[in-house]
């Protein structure tokens, strides 16, 4: 059973930054692609960035520029470092293990205009 639990969410102005941290457990950490996603409401969720076990990174174009996933393999944590956050960043994000059904329970970013 892997577990995943998100933290580091909270409210920001818009220009701001914030670092989310996703901790797992229960998995070979190492060896499996992450990735961020976010639902704002009213909308689907959607993908965010990826990072592969061998620390290759995507990033979906709304994000890319300001945003930055990274890993630690030795803690068994993967990284979203937000920064020049705008209002339409404001969701729930989530980390999962690529290519499966593990999900974290989400953290909330609000950034006000």
């Known amino acids: 059973q892997v577990q995943l639990v998100e933290s580091g969410g909270g409210l920001v102005q818009a220009g701001g930054s914030l670092r989310l941290s996703c901790a797992a457990s229960g998995s070979r950490f190492s060896i499996n692609d992450m990735g961020w996603y976010r639902q704002a409401p009213g909308k689907q969720r959607e993908w965010v960035a990826t990072?592969?076990?061998?620390?290759?990174?995507n990033y979906a174009d709304s994000v890319k520029g300001r945003f930055t996933i990274s890993r630690d393999n030795a803690k068994n944590t993967v990284y979203l470092q937000m920064n020049s956050l705008k209002p339409e960043d404001t969701a729930v994000y989530y980390c999962t293990v690529k290519w499966t059904n593990y999900w974290g329970q989400g953290t909330q970013v609000t950034v006000s205009p």
């Open positions: 990072i592969t076990s061998g620390g290759s990174t």
